[in-house]
């Protein structure tokens, strides 16, 4: 059996990741899920349930990093930051959560040494994202330099970003194509009932859907 630790947000991208992890490249999965006081904290988690069954997970970790809201400097974490609605916009937002995905690999790495796995599967999105930069691919190349570097000489994990190089609408098309639950996903990045339409993240995936002429099976105010 190989396995791989899949990091799940409850969004679409991580959703066709793991989806991919599991049907494409044929790995048993572990479900690997983080709560660090994001406003849609209890959404997500809900949904990572959801996707994590469907994939009949060997296992769910789901992991309390609280410390993120309390370093603060995000509108996913600070109550005082507002989301912004006012459209996507060039530079770096005030969405990004500093260092997010440096603090979820290092924790998904150990956990990968521990259970023995042989891939980290993460959704990053490059070219179509928020412009976050631990999304790029140029970072998860070096971060997997330095999983190699810290864990012990037998230990050989590689970081896997089916999604790097995609637009949202290639991800809602091979999402569609692979039968992932976009139903049980959540991109809103501060509703928890329906989605609020405009923000960054409800754009990008509203859009996505448009292009790809398939329509959105979640719920929008």
Same mark, same amino acid.
């Given at each position: 059996?190989?396995?791989?630790?899949?990091?799940?947000?409850?969004?679409?991208?991580?959703?066709?990741?793991?989806?991919?992890?599991?049907?494409?490249?044929?790995?048993?999965?572990?479900?690997?899920?983080?709560?660090?006081?994001?406003?849609?904290?209890?959404?997500?988690?809900?949904?990572?349930?959801?996707?994590?069954?469907?994939?009949?997970?060997?296992?769910?970790?789901?992991?309390?990093?609280?410390?993120?809201?309390?370093?603060?400097?995000?509108? $996913?974490?600070?109550? *005082? +930051?507002?989301?912004?609605?006012?459209? !996507?916009?060039?530079?770096?937002?005030? %969405?990004?959560?500093? /260092?997010?995905?440096?603090?979820?690999?290092?924790?998904?790495?150990?956990?990968?040494?521990?259970?023995?796995?042989?891939?980290?599967?993460?959704?990053?999105?490059?070219?179509?994202?928020?412009?976050?930069?631990?999304?790029?691919?140029?970072?998860?190349?070096?971060?997997?330099?330095?999983?190699?570097?810290?864990?012990?000489?037998?230990?050989?994990?590689?970081?896997?970003?089916?999604?790097?190089? $995609?637009?949202?609408? *290639? +991800?809602?098309?091979?999402?569609?194509? !692979?039968?992932?639950?976009?139903?049980? %996903?959540?991109?809103? /990045?501060?509703?928890?009932?329906?989605?609020?339409?405009?923000?960054?993240?409800?754009?990008?995936?509203?859009?996505?859907?448009?292009?790809?002429?398939?329509?959105?099976?979640?719920?929008?105010?």
């Amino acid at each position: 059996m190989k396995k791989a630790v899949c990091i799940i947000s409850g969004g679409m991208d991580s959703a066709l990741s793991s989806y991919i992890a599991k049907f494409r490249d044929g790995y048993e999965i572990i479900a690997l899920h983080f709560n660090y006081g994001q406003k849609t904290e209890k959404k997500e988690l809900e949904s990572f349930r959801k996707i994590a069954k469907s994939l009949n997970a060997l296992r769910l970790v789901e992991l309390d990093l609280h410390f993120i809201k309390e370093i603060g400097g995000s509108a $996913l974490t600070d109550n *005082q +930051i507002e989301v912004p609605k006012e459209g !996507l916009k060039p530079g770096i937002p005030v %969405t990004y959560v500093p /260092y997010r995905n440096g603090i979820f690999l290092s924790i998904a790495g150990a956990l990968a040494e521990k259970e023995g796995a042989e891939a980290i599967y993460i959704g990053v999105v490059e070219e179509d994202s928020s412009g976050y930069p631990d999304c790029s691919d140029s970072f998860i190349q070096k971060l997997e330099l330095a999983i190699d570097e810290g864990t012990k000489p037998e230990t050989k994990i590689s970081l896997e970003t089916p999604l790097v190089h $995609l637009k949202k609408e *290639q +991800i809602v098309q091979e999402a569609d194509a !692979l039968d992932v639950p976009l139903g049980d %996903t959540w991109s809103c /990045y501060e509703s928890q009932d329906k989605a609020c339409r405009v923000c960054d993240s409800c754009r990008l995936r509203l859009k996505g859907f448009e292009v790809a002429g398939i329509e959105d099976p979640i719920l929008y105010q």
